[in-house]
């Protein structure tokens, strides 16, 4: 994918936090790609939090765990 160049408006608060992402001797392009990212990691984990929460208080998805781990246990060899 092609590198593409965007305009941003800063507000105070984001101006500080560029200020302080620059600090480390980076890029302002550098901090902002990297601040993109780790947002984008930040929202995935959350996501994958929520859906583990949603499926953990389902009643049939726990049922149906539990019938997984039933079998699996009986497919292990004895200890």
Known sequence: MAEKAISVRLDADAQRALERLTERGVSQSQAIRQALIDADRIARR???RADAERIGND????ALMA???EY???LAPPG
């Open 59 to 62: 009643p049939d998805d726990r």
């Open 72 to 74: 699996m246990d009986e």
């Open 46 to 48: 959350e996501q994958v």
């Open 67 to 69: 019938e997984i781990r």
